[in-house]
């Protein structure tokens, strides 16, 4: 069973601060089935990267994945506001079909 | 503009069963993609419950395929899920969702309805 660890667990940052998130799978991922979420309190995951360097619909270009085979990478260079969140790392293929990660809150500091 | 909404008891009793529909809008579930359900316990993190394409294959999680059944209803556009003998453990927000095959993300999500399970 493929396993995905994020890490860290809260990211403590200012608005204007680069974050970086990440995601390590127990077993090799396809690039091509990994993606990031972004979660607000009381909303639906919001797909942000699929297929571990695109970006869906609509994402600033803030927003960067990156990252092959255990680690991969969630990058928003420069925070806004609306940026402070929790995101999670899904993969896709491995058994389980469908496994998301732990989850990383970014807050504001 | 793809939308889904869940619709279903928002309580159910230990030992029974949950029951809930995800009624598909702007595409037609007959023309591909696999539907998923995803469910979320207050406070914690994600979990993938199964999903299934319109020709009615479906994929289950193995951690709960025992208990697991995921319908297609292509007439009216909408899926199901049902989840027998349910405990406080399966009290959760539960999402249905859109996956992309090309990426297996999922693309389109529903706005969730939180289930409990109590007495």
């Known amino acids: 069973e493929i396993v995905l660890t994020q890490s860290p667990g809260t990211l403590s940052l200012s608005p204007g601060e680069r974050a970086t998130l990440s995601c390590r799978a127990s077993?090799?991922?396809?690039?091509?089935?990994l993606a990031w979420y972004q979660q607000k309190p009381g909303q639906a995951p919001r797909l942000l990267i699929y297929?571990?360097?695109s970006r869906a619909t609509g994402i600033p270009d803030r927003f960067s994945g990156s990252g092959s085979g255990t680690d991969f990478t969630l990058t928003i260079s420069r925070l806004e506001p609306e940026d402070f969140a929790v995101y999670y790392c899904q993969q896709y293929g491995s058994s389980p079909l469908l496994t998301f990660g732990g989850g990383t809150k970014v807050e504001i500091k | 503009q793809v939308q889904l909404q869940e619709s279903g008891p928002g309580l159910v009793k230990p030992s029974e069963t949950l029951s809930l529909t995800c009624a598909v809008s702007?595409?037609?579930?007959?023309?591909?993609?696999?539907w998923g359900w995803i469910r979320q316990p207050p406070g914690k993190g994600l979990e993938w419950i199964g999903s299934i394409y319109h020709s009615g294959s479906t994929y289950y999680n193995p951690s709960l395929k025992s208990r697991v059944t995921i319908s297609v209803d292509t007439s009216k556009n909408q899926f199901s899920l049902k989840l027998s003998s349910v405990t406080a453990a399966d009290t959760a927000v539960y999402y249905c969702?859109?996956?992309?095959?090309?990426?297996?993300?999922?693309?389109?999500w529903g706005q969730g309805t939180l289930v409990t399970v109590s007495s």
């Open positions: 297929g571990a360097s």
């Open positions: 077993q090799s991922v396809s690039s091509s089935y």
């Open positions: 969702a859109r996956v992309f095959i090309g990426s297996g993300s999922l693309d389109y």
């Open positions: 702007g595409y037609s579930i007959s023309s591909g993609y696999y």
